[in-house]
């Protein structure tokens, strides 16, 4: 077989139209003309959502003697947002431009572009004139409460991490765990971003998954380094390149005021390299001040009476930074055999769907039985899909833009003697196998260790 050629580099825009071309994700509300950078998802996109999600549970919790779970709720007592300090400063600087209307963050004018033309940087025009940087808070505002002027204002939560402070007493008795140990939870967090943008990158609206791991003050050095490179070799065995990650410690200046040590895991997106996930050594500040806010003591009290605030050390990521780090990072488009094709090279546990079972002649009555039946078989325990419609190449090629990493296709000497051909996605070699044989192989290739074969 011909060596593909590589054709192209990635960019957001190639990774926005094939999300759009194949329905992993919609600009939302589109039949109203949309709504700024917020997204909705279909099907596929649900889906490696999902494993995205499983996957870090899995690691976070299922695989873990020392992390529990926990799912609090969305909008908590206005209190706990005073308490952790976002009403009085999770706020970003912004600008307004009085000539063009346009609203730009204050620390970030060198990654923004004027309204007018030519655009430039703001404030660099003829015609800028920028008001003075005023605080605008991120959260999103509520009233909780059926008469608006007389409900209590509320907050949608701009992170999930205040739900577990809140919850430490609980899960400290009745989980019956000491420090160390973490809580864990995923769900949809809230941010009024001032400049979204760059697709799924910066959203108002985005799911994420934190895990705070509760310790004793003198070992918060430690477990800050260990969960630096536990959440680096997850990200690494996930498929990221080693060359497109990199850490990045924050300097004392750009560090919040209660933080002793934050980390970031970069990823080199077409933006640049940027802030995938962050890890943070919050020292036993969530605690001391929910313990000052509430009346409620937060902290440890061992068997011999020994009591102490535990330090918590954080990390924290949303899906969608880690969904647009693995499709960018599984793009290629190649020529094969003088034949473009666009193809995902997802790590199969990512891919929204396992294998495509496909008659090779999809008018073939007994093909179509056959292929029928293994479908039946392998959709017990994964999302498979079958296709019959149209010629084999575009429905392989179809497989491939979805990041399918195995396709089984039933042929005329399947007829004979119930062998299939299995094709991978990434070297396209193909195999035949026994029909009866193909849901323990499948089950085999699932389950061993994958590397992209771009290389580090
Ligand atoms: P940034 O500096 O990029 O605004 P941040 O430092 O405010 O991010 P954190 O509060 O550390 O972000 O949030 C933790 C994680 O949540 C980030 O590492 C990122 O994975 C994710 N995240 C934060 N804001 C957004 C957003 N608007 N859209 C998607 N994911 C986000």
Known sequence: MAEPQDIGAVTMDKIVSLCRRRGFVFPSSEIYGGLGSTFDYGHYGVLAKNNIRERWFQAMVQQ??????????????????????????????????????LRFRADRLEDAQCGRKPSKQPGQGPDCDLTDARKFNLMFETTVGPV???????????ETAQGIFINFKNVLQLARRKPPFGIAQTGKSFRNEITPGNFLFRVREFELMEMEFFV?????EEWYRYWIDERMSWHLAHGLRKSHLRVREHGAEERSHYSSGTSDIEYLYPIGWSELEGIANRGDYDLTRH?????????????????????VIEPAVSIERILVAMLVDAYDEEVVAERERTVLRLHPVIAPVKAAILPLIGKDEAMVGKARALFEELRRRHFVEYDDGGAIGRRYRRQDEIGTPFAFTIDEVTLEDDTITVRARDSLAQQRLPIGGAGAWLEDALAKPWKTPKGD
């Open 64 to 101: 873990r003697d020392d992390v529990v779970a926990l799912d609090s709720a969305i909008i908590l007592h206005p209190r706990v947002w005073e308490a952790s300090g976002h009403v009085e400063g999770f706020t970003d600087p912004l600008v307004d431009c009085r000539t063009c209307k």
């Open 148 to 158: 608006q002027e007389e409900g209590a204002r509320a907050f949608l939560r701009p």
């Open 216 to 220: 004793p003050p003198a070992e918060a």
């Open 291 to 311: 313990t000052e806010f509430s009346t409620t003591k937060l902290e440890y009290v061992g068997q011999e009476g020994e009591r102490y605030t535990p330090y």
